[in-house]
């Protein structure tokens, strides 16, 4: 895989057919640097996110998936989420932004 | 004597640096812990501790702030200020910390009082 980012508590990373795979917290340090890693893989194609490795996420992490589902929004394409763990989908359904994404599969 | 066992205050205070939110959470983990609390409500713990550090320091002036848990016998309370020249609290990049607050707490407030930002947010505790 090829690194893209990393933190004390979060990091992102490539896999070999293009997802972005993420590993950590997503919270308010997580989540500038997987913005970034998502900014930067846009021109390649729809943005795929691996979550299985993902234990936390709150609202300024939300907000980073939200931007990018705007910006695939307006490309017209779709940002998928794989191996969503319950603490995402939670955070998906308190919010009411679940139908943002395409949940690709699910990790209990 | 009841099973739950009440803990705190437990104060902690922090400059508003973003990879200190881990281990707010890690902390309030502990306490919760320690007096009870499932592994269901100290999920929602950590959002609520998550949710409070990000809103002052996104919001506030850059000055330290101090946060409080308690864990009481019906609820986790976390209580946090920081001193502020202005704090709009409803502002829009607030409102999702607001609706994220509003799943996982039983109650929440985001308040100005004395040239200072203050968010509080109750987990109820149904386990005791």
Redesign the interface.
Same mark, same amino acid.
């Given at each position: 895989m090829t690194e893209l980012g990393n933190? #004390? &508590?979060l990091t992102v990373e490539h896999s070999p057919e293009g997802a972005i795979v993420v590993h950590g917290?997503i919270?308010?340090?997580g989540g500038p640097i997987l913005e970034a890693a998502i900014v930067d893989s846009e021109a390649a194609g729809p943005i795929v996110l691996d979550l299985a490795d993902v234990v936390?996420i #709150? &609202?300024?992490g939300?907000?980073s998936l939200l931007g990018a589902s705007r910006r695939a929004g307006d490309r017209g394409q779709v940002v998928t989420l794989r191996r969503v763990g319950p603490?995402v989908r939670?955070?998906l359904e308190?919010?009411?932004t679940t139908e943002h994404f395409v949940i690709e599969s699910r990790r209990d | 004597m009841t099973d739950t066992t009440v803990l705190g205050p437990v104060v902690v205070r922090l400059p508003p640096d973003p990879t200190l939110s881990r281990v707010l959470r890690l902390t309030a983990s502990g306490v919760a812990g320690m007096a009870g609390y499932s592994v269901d409500e100290i999920d929602d713990i950590k959002i609520a501790v998550s949710e409070v550090l990000l809103a002052l320091i996104e919001h506030g002036a850059g000055r330290p702030i101090e946060v409080e848990f308690a864990a009481e016998q019906d609820a986790f309370v976390v209580r946090a200020h920081t001193p502020i020249d202005s704090f709009d609290t409803d502002h829009p990049d607030l409102a999702l910390c607001r609706t994220v607050l509003a799943g996982v707490c039983s109650s929440h407030g985001i308040e100005l009082i004395d040239d200072e930002a203050h968010i509080w947010a109750a987990v109820a505790h149904l386990t005791p």
């Open positions: 933190h #004390d &508590s917290d919270d308010v340090a936390f #709150d &609202s300024s939300l907000r603490e939670r955070l308190i919010t009411g | -």
